[in-house]
C-alpha cells in the first residue's frame, strides 16, 4: 500500500523516506515528497538518515537511482549542512 502521497496530509517520515532513498516511489509522489521535505524536518531528518544507510548499502549493490541522490545532495549543498533549509 504507498498511496499515502495521494492524499498529501499523511506522512509516515520513517517509511516515506526509505522508499524515497531507495528510488520506490512513482514519480508524482518523489515530486511531492521533495516539495514535502522542505517544510517537514522530520522527513528531511529521515532522509539524510536514510542517505547514510545507502550510502553503505551502495557498497554491496548498484544505486538505483543516481538522479535521485543528485537532487537530494543538491538540497544539501543549498542548505550548507545536513540540517534543514528551514533552520537557515
Ligand atoms: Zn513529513
Redesign the pocket.
Known sequence: MKSWWVRRRR?D?ER?AAEYVSGELPRRAIRWFEA??LG?E??WHEVMLGRVGRAMAEEAREPLTRGLRDRVRAHVQVSGSAGHPRER
Open positions: 506522512h517520515p516515506n514535502h521535505l517537514c522530520e522527513c
